[in-house]
């Protein structure tokens, strides 16, 4: 099913149903060089609470390829999307670009969320050295595409940890199969959003209302555990946990224990009313 947007139009997929006409839908966000399928693991046991609503980034997965846009112009995207779903207000679970887009909307549209969930993410701006590195890689990919060899050695130890490369090799040439099945150009204009041109949001992380789980592999080398520590500082009543042996990848590398941190939050604050907050 597709949603028009601001961005283009984006397919996204519905499982479950709210138990209460008005409880918040549960919203899984991607991150980058992935798609929905990302939340495998986590679709059943959210599904069995309520309305999960899995949506393909711009440019991603069955998404359509977007203008050049920003992660402001993504969060008001998804508002606009939200709309058009009749979910006038949401549980954001975002993982990497879903949490950096999750925040923007909790910052700027604070009444659509009702609570959110913030994985292996970062509300700073990526560093100089990393982000004249990533726009090399960028321009490679554009014009040649994503070599297996180059995913190997530059884009995995940053996505999985060791232990997860070990057990899991088969994941690297799937990965490759499923960023040269998108399009380039709109990989392209989503990495320069997420990586290259990301803004700092830290600063303004304590207008946050929203309740905030923040979740971080222990093992994290893309957005490292400090910058969590730095958003659970600034957002009020933020509650941090850590997954043990996982690199950025938590939902796919320790979907166990990322679910029974993930549920447990979501039922929690599914009942939770707009008034009351």
């Known amino acids: 099913m597709y949603v028009s947007t601001r961005l283009g139009r984006w397919f996204y997929e519905e499982h479950g149903a709210p138990a209460r006409a008005d409880d918040p839908a549960i919203v899984l966000l991607?991150?980058?060089?992935f798609d929905g399928h990302q939340w495998r693991d986590q679709v059943a046991p959210l599904?069995?609470?309520?309305?999960?609503?899995?949506?393909?980034?711009?440019?991603?997965?069955?998404?359509?390829?977007?203008?050049?846009?920003?992660?402001?112009d993504h969060a008001r995207a998804l508002a606009d999307a939200l709309d058009a779903l009749h979910a006038p207000r949401a549980i954001l679970v975002g993982l990497s670009w879903g949490g950096m887009v999750s925040m923007r909307v909790a910052i700027d549209h604070a009444p659509r969320v009702a609570a959110m969930a913030l994985l292996d993410t970062s509300?700073?701006?990526?560093?100089?050295?990393?982000?004249?590195?990533?726009?090399?890689?960028?321009?490679?990919?554009?014009?040649?595409?994503?070599?297996?060899r180059m995913l190997e050695r530059e884009i995995a130890p940053l996505m999985f940890c060791r232990?997860?490369?070990?057990?899991?090799?088969?994941?690297?040439?799937?990965?490759?199969?499923?960023i040269n099945g998108y399009s380039r150009?709109?990989?392209?204009?989503?990495?320069?959003?997420?990586?290259?041109?990301?803004s700092n949001v830290l600063e303004r992380l304590g207008g946050v209302t929203a309740p905030t789980l923040i979740i971080c592999g222990r093992e994290d080398a893309a957005t490292v555990p400090a910058r969590s520590e730095a958003m659970a500082a600034r957002i009020p009543g933020a509650r941090l946990e850590y997954i043990e042996d996982s690199g950025h990848m938590t939902a796919l590398e320790q979907p166990a224990a990322v679910n029974a941190l993930l549920v447990s939050f979501v039922r929690e604050?599914?009942?939770?009313?707009a008034d009351a907050e």
């Open 30 to 33: 991607h991150g980058l060089l």
């Open 47 to 72: 599904a069995a609470l309520g309305r999960v609503i899995i949506i393909d980034g711009p440019g991603h997965g069955r998404s359509e390829v977007p203008p050049p846009f920003s992660l402001d």
């Open 123 to 148: 509300a700073e701006a990526e560093e100089l050295t990393s982000r004249l590195k990533y726009r090399l890689f960028v321009a490679f990919a554009r014009r040649f595409g994503m070599p297996q």
């Open 163 to 178: 232990k997860t490369i070990a057990a899991r090799s088969e994941w690297i040439p799937e990965l490759t199969r499923t």
């Open 185 to 198: 150009l709109g990989v392209a204009r989503a990495s320069k959003a997420v990586v290259i041109e990301r």
């Open 269 to 273: 604050h599914l009942g939770a009313r």
